[in-house]
């Protein structure tokens, strides 16, 4: 019953992890190119 009462909220957990790592990647990815480009 634990893992059923888990499932609901892990579910709701994904949505949100999803846009932060998008957030992340795409701010780690614009500083990567920029860094690469200032260097060069």
Do not use: F, W
């Not at 609901?8 to 990815?29: F, H, K, M, Q, Y």
């Amino acid at each position: 019953m634990r893992t059923a009462s888990a499932a609901p909220p892990a579910r709701t957990i994904p949505p949100r992890a999803v846009s932060l790592d998008a957030s992340e990647e795409n701010r780690r990815g614009a500083q990567r190119p920029a860094r690469r480009i200032h260097r060069t």
